[in-house]
C-alpha cells in the first residue's frame, strides 16, 4: 500500500502547499481554518441541477474562493458566486452573489489538531448590502470532529431583508488517512424558510494538500447567507444540488527561483541527529537531543519537501529536493514540534533536554 500511495505522490503535482483540507471539514461549514502565512488560497465550489424533462437543462452554481492567511490565526478571504437565491426575495438588480471577510481563530491549534478551536469571521455580502458575521467552533477527537456556527446578518435574503440569525451543525468522520464522510444543517432561527443541508465524501490527494469532494446539498452560493437557507421550489426542480469541489493552494515562496535562482538549502554545519525523509515520511519522528545541539534533515525522497515548526517564530527549510539537506541547532530545552508544509500529514518533533 505504501509503494501505491509513492507511485500515486509521484506522478501528482509536487508543487501545492498547505490549504484548507475538505476532510476537516463538511460543506457548508467553513470550520476555524485561517491558512498560513504566505499561502494564497483558490477553492472552486461548483453544483449544478438538472431540469425535468424534456429539457433536462443545466443550471449551474459555481461558488470561488480567494483567501490568504496572515501568520497562523488570521484570513482574509473572498467568495464569488453566481446564480445566487440570496437576492431573490429582495430588489437585488443581479444575482451575482460577492462576499468579502476576514476571521480570526483565537482559541485552537492548527486545522487537525485535537481539541477545541473557536473563531470569528465578520463578513459583508454585496449582493445583500449586508453586514454578516459567524461565531464557529469545531472539537476534533481521533477521527471525528464535531462543527457549530452561530451567524448573523443585518440583511438577510437582500438589500430589503430584516436581521435574522441562523445557527448550523455538522459532522466530519475521517474513515482513512485519505476519505473522509460529513454532513450538516444549518437554517435560520426565525424564519420559515427550508434548512440548507449538504453531504460529502472527501478525498485528499496522496502526496499534496490538495483535497476534493463529491456533495450533494439544497443551496446555491456557498456564503454565510447561501448556507443559512435552502430548498428553493424555484431553482431546484428535483429538490437538490449536486457538485464537487477542489482545493489549490499557491505558495508565495514557490516562486522566489524566478527572482534569485533556485540556491541551496541551509547548513548549520555538524549535527548531533540525522533525520532522513524518505517515502513520504519522516523516518525518525521522535529525536531527543541535549541543549545546544542541532538537527540535520536529508531528503533522500523523489518529491520536495520542508521542516516547518509548529512555533512560527523557529521558521523551518525552504523546499528541499532530493540530496538537500537542512540543519538546525536547538539551544533551549523543549519540544519542538514539526510538520512538512506541501504534505502536512508527514509530522515530526525534536525534544531537547
Known amino acids: 500500500m505504501r509503494r501505491l500511495i509513492l507511485g500515486l505522490a509521484l506522478v501528482s503535482v509536487t508543487t501545492p502547499l498547505a490549504a484548507q483540507s475538505l476532510l476537516y471539514r463538511s460543506p457548508n461549514l467553513g470550520g476555524t481554518w485561517t491558512g498560513d502565512g504566505g499561502v494564497v488560497h483558490f477553492n472552486f465550489l461548483h453544483r449544478f441541477t438538472v431540469s425535468e424533462g424534456p429539457a433536462h437543462s443545466v443550471l449551474n452554481f459555481p461558488t470561488f474562493t480567494l483567501a490568504?492567511?496572515?501568520g497562523r490565526s488570521i484570513a482574509l478571504g473572498y467568495h464569488f458566486g453566481t446564480n445566487s437565491t440570496v437576492g431573490q426575495r429582495s430588489s437585488a438588480q443581479t444575482d451575482n452573489e460577492s462576499e468579502f471577510y476576514a476571521r480570526w481563530r483565537f482559541i485552537g491549534g492548527r486545522e487537525g489538531d485535537p481539541g477545541l478551536a473557536v473563531s470569528?469571521?465578520?463578513?459583508?455580502?454585496?449582493?445583500?448590502?449586508?453586514?454578516?458575521?459567524?461565531?464557529?467552533?469545531?472539537?476534533?477527537?481521533?477521527?471525528?470532529?464535531?462543527?457549530?456556527?452561530?451567524?448573523w446578518a443585518s440583511h438577510a435574503y437582500g438589500p430589503d431583508g430584516d436581521g435574522h440569525i441562523a445557527l448550523a451543525g455538522g459532522l466530519v468522520a475521517r474513515l482513512t488517512r485519505y476519505i473522509a464522510v460529513s454532513g450538516d444543517v444549518g437554517a435560520y432561527v426565525d424564519t420559515s424558510t427550508v434548512a440548507a443541508w449538504s453531504a460529502a465524501l472527501s478525498f485528499l490527494i496522496p502526496g499534496s494538500p490538495h483535497?476534493?469532494?463529491?456533495?450533494?446539498?439544497?443551496n446555491t452560493t456557498s456564503t454565510i447567507q447561501g448556507n443559512s437557507f435552502g430548498g428553493s421550489e424555484v431553482v431546484y426542480s428535483r429538490g437538490v444540488a449536486y457538485g464537487f469541489e477542489f482545493t489549490i493552494p499557491l505558495h508565495l515562496s514557490r516562486f522566489a527561483p524566478w527572482f534569485k535562482g533556485s540556491g541551496s538549502a541551509a547548513n548549520a554545519g555538524d549535527a548531533t541527529a540525522t533525520v532522513h525523509i524518505a517515502q513520504l515520511t519522516f523516518q525518525t519522528d521522535t529525536v531527543i537531543i541535549p541543549a545546544g545541539q542541532s538537527v540535520r534533515w536529508v531528503n533522500d525522497d523523489e518529491l520536495a519537501h520542508t521542516v516547518t515548526f509548529a512555533d512560527a517564530a523557529l521558521g523551518g527549510s525552504d523546499l528541499l529536493a532530493r540530496g538537500q539537506a537542512f540543519t538546525r541547532a536547538f539551544d533551549h530545552p523543549g519540544t519542538y514540534a514539526y510538520t512538512c508544509t506541501p504534505h502536512p500529514f508527514m509530522r515530526g518533533v525534536v525534544i531537547v533536554k
Do not use: C, H, I, W
Open 211 to 218: 483535497t476534493f469532494s463529491l456533495q450533494a446539498g439544497n
Open 68 to 70: 490568504v492567511g496572515l
Open 120 to 151: 470569528v469571521t465578520p463578513a459583508y455580502n454585496y449582493l445583500a448590502e449586508s453586514l454578516d458575521g459567524e461565531l464557529g467552533a469545531d472539537y476534533t477527537v481521533g477521527p471525528v470532529t464535531v462543527m457549530g456556527a452561530a451567524r
